[in-house]
């Protein structure tokens, strides 16, 4: 069955870290490029970071760049968030996403079900 | 960054209704746009890329348009399935940027 399936979420206090991560099967992980993309509660979607099938390009949004670190494990089919320095406004339900190409076509074709993370004292 | 606007932000209309949304960019982006329906506590799905193309397993009654920075996404016939949010998104530059999104409410 093809399925992504996030993991990690949690309530952290603001300043600390957390790691989310992302399980794949169903299809061959080491040829796609993965996103992470973000829905605060009650708001809209954004995109959060992105690398290549192979890791050697990451891409971050504007207000995660030097906080957050996209990774993977091909070996073990699984997509990593680091979070660190977190904010009240990194709050929200992360999802894993996939790309339909190795080097980042840029859309979205198969996403997990999400993860929430909450960032409060 | 490349913006993103839609119109409107909420939609009212029956089953059966054609329904037409609007997705507007900053500046071109070419046909790098991908539209997405997204149903309350769910995941986001994919049902349009490349402005026009149709997913696999998308119902048909779905159909985009556009080029440059004015798009559109129409259902031809509203289902009782099809009230949700929907999201456009482009592609041509990172970051990757979203629409606010459209809610499709039953009338």
């Known amino acids: 069955q093809v399925q992504l399936v996030e993991s990690g979420g949690g309530v952290v206090q603001p300043g600390g870290s957390q790691r989310l991560s992302c399980a794949a099967s169903?299809?061959?992980?080491?040829?796609?490029?993965m996103n992470w993309v973000r829905q605060a509660p009650g708001k809209g979607l954004e995109w959060v970071a992105f690398?290549?099938?192979?890791?050697?390009?990451?891409y971050y949004g504007d207000s995660v760049t030097g906080r957050f670190s996209i990774s993977r494990d091909n070996s073990e089919t699984t997509l990593y968030l680091q979070m660190n320095s977190l904010r009240a406004e990194d709050t929200a339900v992360y999802y894993c996403?996939?790309?339909?190409?190795?080097?980042?076509?840029?859309?979205?074709?198969?996403w997990g079900r999400g993860t929430l993370v909450t960032v409060s004292s | 960054d490349i913006q993103m606007t839609q119109s409107p932000s909420t939609l009212s209309a029956s089953v059966g209704d054609r329904v037409t949304i609007t997705c507007r960019a900053s500046?071109?982006?070419?046909?790098?746009l991908a539209w997405y329906q997204q149903k309350p506590g769910k995941a986001p799905k994919l049902l349009i890329f490349k402005a026009s193309s149709l997913e696999s397993g998308v119902p048909s009654r779905f159909s985009g348009s556009g080029s440059g920075t004015e798009f559109t996404l129409t259902i031809s016939s509203l289902q009782p399935d099809d009230f949700a949010t929907y999201y456009c998104?482009?592609?041509?530059?990172?970051?990757?940027?979203f629409g606010q999104g459209t809610k499709v409410e039953i009338k």
């Open positions: 169903g299809f061959t992980f080491r040829s796609y490029g």
């Open positions: 690398i290549r099938s192979d890791g050697s390009k990451k």
């Open positions: 996403a996939k790309d339909p190409s190795n080097y980042g076509s840029g859309y979205f074709d198969l």
């Open positions: 998104q482009q592609y041509n530059s990172y970051p990757r940027t």
């Open positions: 500046q071109t982006i070419n046909s790098w």
